[in-house]
């Protein structure tokens, strides 16, 4: 019998979160340190309440030292398409396909994230 793959077997489990009040420098600080492209924006409580996608942050943010006032709620991209660890991919799939969709036709700055 094949074994179906879950969200957990390809997951990454060691995340970088911020919370919505993060400063700027401290969000490109965070991308460039750990070398990621996005990072989970978490509300009180810890469930998620957006994700900031490098591409989210403005021209030239990333390696320029000017002095910013914007915080992750303010550039993360929200709602947060999320899923359970232990549901299927064919299941999640959708979820989240359909999700990213709808931002990028909400906000056609955003890109394709697929």
């Known amino acids: 019998m094949q074994h179906l ?6 997951m990454i489990h060691a995340v970088v ?7 700027f420098p401290n969000i490109v ?17 810890g469930w998620g309440a957006g ?3 490098a591409a989210d942050l403005p021209p030239g943010a990333q390696g320029v030292d000017v002095p910013r006032s914007d915080t992750a709620g303010q550039l993360m991209t929200a709602p947060a398409a999320t899923v359970t660890h232990d549901g299927t991919l064919a299941g999640a ?22």
Do not use: C, F, K, Y
């Open 5 to 10: 793959r879950t969200v957990n077997d390809v």
């Open 17 to 23: 979160p911020v919370d919505r009040g993060a400063a």
């Open 29 to 45: 600080e965070s991308i460039e340190q750990w070398r990621i492209g996005a990072l989970p924006v978490v509300a009180d409580g």
């Open 51 to 53: 994700v900031i996608w």
């Open 93 to 114: 799939a959708p979820g989240v396909v359909d999700v990213t969709v709808q931002l990028n036709a909400d906000n056609p700055r955003e890109g394709d994230r697929r």
